[in-house]
Every structure is written in structure tokens, then in C-alpha cells.
């Protein structure tokens, strides 16, 4: 615990990419069209899911939550970014730093749990094929999509609020954003009980649904090699290959950015891990879905098809 005199801060200050200030243009250049092709990707992916009624499925209804999830994700956190790279404002408010910080965490946890649901969903159609109709019905869809949310936004509310409680020393975040870490070291005292309660939150969103992708994965591609031709084997995993992708990169970017020791990487290195998982993450989920998935290809050939003829 670390304890010190404090006046009450009310206002806090991004230091954002100071340490890069002859490469600010180029950056804001950069950020700008990954963020343009981020909200493009995901509500073109949401868009032909809505339309085409071959993706009509549990698969791509998940998919269209999640790229939804994304695009909220993606607006809470860049174009604030975006308009101190252009030398607008850096400070914000207590109460906006603790809105962002709130709908930042809510979103990122319900993509991680996301992405746990849509392993389900894989299990399912892959290892229990004939009984798929019977436990994915549309109703068990929205109520994991509906839980997943909660689960998010909840888990979310109460590491905003134990962070926001604590009394601030400094008011100069080291960072693009209030994140976490970040905000903690900001405060005069840090208190064991919100060291406990960032860890358990961080196994809760990020360790516990890892885990069970895992074992699903592990039935998952068991159930594969059991196939006998390899036509078969290769379109089976097929069906599962871009969310796989989707998330070695997601959990490894989380794992990094929260489990690794305080001490072990500089700040910039630190805010390069961010702008990784802030940026670059949620762009992932419609490129790999758009050039890995031949059914989202066929889906957006089809929709471009009748928009033509009519």
C-alpha cells in the first residue's frame, strides 16, 4: 500500500503520445484509417448477417453481437484519442474518466465472454451435430447474449467504482486513456482489497472463459481426427478456423496487458500493448472473418448481387 498527502483531483490529464510528438500526425493519419476500416468491417459484417438469410444461424447471430460489441468498444476509447493527437483537449473530468473507464471494461469483457459463448456454439455443432437444432434454439441465443452483457457491464460497474473511491495524488495519467493500471498508480493510496478485486475481475473475464475455449477446443479437434476422410477433417475445422484466430489474438493481447508484472515493461511499451488491443484487435474480427470465412464472402457476394439488380 502506498499512502501520501492528497488535495481532492477532480480533473485528469492525458500524457497520451507525448513521447512521440514528431510522429504525431503520422500516428493520428494511422489510428484515423484503422478506425474508419474498424466501424466499415463490423458494420458491413453486421449488415450482410441482417440480410443474407443463409447466416441466419447462432453463429453469425453471435457474430453480429460481437462485431456490434466491437464498434461500441472502438468509440469509447479512439476518437478521444484521436482529437489529442491533433492537439485538442487531453483532460477530462472525474466522472467522464470513470464513464469511460466503465463502458471500456464493460465492453472488453463481454467480447472475451463473446468469444467463450461462440466456442460453445463450435462444441456444439461440432461434437454434438445431430442434437445442434435442439440446444442452440434462438431463445438459449439471446439468453446467453443477454447474460454475457450483464455479466460484462456488472463486473465492469464494480472495478469503476472501487477505483473511482480511492483519493488521486497526481492527476496526469500516463496513458491514451483511463484504463486500470494506469489509474491505480495515480492513487495515494492502493488499498490490498482492489489489488484482490482487479485480479479476480481479470481471472473472471479473461482466465475462467480461456480456459473453458480450451477444453472446448481440445473436444473440439478430437472430435475432428475422428473423422475419416481428410476432406472432411478440413471442413470441419473450417467452420471453427476464424474464430480460433480471433481468439489466440484477442486473450493473448488481454493476457499481456493484464497479468504481466508492473515493473516489467516501459511506459511506451505499455501504451504499444494498448494501442494493440484498443486499435488493432477490433479490426481483426472482420478482416479474418471476411478472408478466412467463405460463407461471409458468399453472403456479401449475394447482398452486393441484389443491390445491383435492383
Not at 81 to 86: G, P
Not at 95 to 106: D, K, S
Not at 258 to 286: A, C, G, M, R, W
Request: aromatic share 10%.
Amino acid at each position: 500500500m502506498k499512502a501520501a498527502n492528497h488535495t481532492e483531483v477532480r480533473e485528469f490529464v492525458f500524457q497520451g503520445f507525448s513521447n512521440f510528438q514528431e510522429h504525431q500526425l503520422t500516428l493520428f493519419v494511422v489510428f484515423l484509417t484503422l478506425y474508419i476500416l474498424t466501424l466499415a468491417g463490423n458494420v458491413i459484417i453486421v449488415t450482410i448477417i441482417r440480410l443474407d438469410n443463409h447466416l441466419h444461424t447462432p453463429m453469425y447471430f453471435f457474430l453480429s453481437v460481437l462485431s456490434t460489441s466491437e464498434t461500441f468498444y472502438s468509440l469509447v476509447i479512439i476518437p478521444r484519442m484521436l482529437s489529442s493527437l491533433v492537439g485538442l483537449s487531453q483532460s477530462i473530468s472525474l466522472e467522464g474518466c470513470g464513464a469511460q473507464l466503465f463502458f471500456f471494461l464493460g465492453f472488453a469483457i463481454t467480447n472475451c465472454l463473446l468469444l467463450a459463448v461462440m466456442g460453445y456454439d463450435r462444441y456444439v455443432a461440432i461434437c454434438n451435430p445431430l442434437r445442434y437444432s435442439i440446444i442452440m434454439t434462438w431463445r438459449v441465443c439471446a439468453m446467453l447474449a443477454s447474460s454475457v452483457c450483464a455479466t460484462g457491464f456488472s463486473l465492469s460497474l464494480v472495478q469503476a467504482v472501487a477505483i473511482l473511491r480511492l483519493p488521486f495524488c497526481n492527476s496526469l495519467i500516463e496513458h491514451f486513456f483511463c484504463d486500470v493500471r494506469p489509474l491505480l498508480d495515480l492513487a495515494c493510496a492502493t488499498p490490498l482489497i482492489n489489488d484482490i478485486l482487479t485480479l479476480i475481475i481479470s481471472l473472471l473475464a479473461i482466465t475462467v472463459p480461456a480456459t473453458f475455449l480450451f477444453i472446448s477446443y481440445v473436444l473440439i479437434i478430437s472430435t475432428i481426427l475422428k473423422i475419416a476422410s481428410a476432406e472432411g477433417r478440413r471442413k470441419t475445422f473450417a467452420t471453427c478456423a476464424s474464430h480460433l484466430t480471433v481468439v489466440i489474438i484477442h486473450y493473448g493481447c488481454a493476457s499481456i496487458a493484464y497479468f504481466k508484472p508492473k515493473s516489467e515493461n516501459t511506459k511506451d511499451q505499455d501504451q504499444l500493448i494498448s494501442v494493440t488491443y484498443t486499435v488493432i484487435t477490433p479490426l481483426l474480427n472482420p478482416v479474418v472473418y471476411s478472408l478466412r470465412n467463405k460463407e461471409v464472402q458468399d453472403a456479401l457476394w449475394r447482398v452486393m448481387g441484389r443491390k445491383s439488380l435492383s
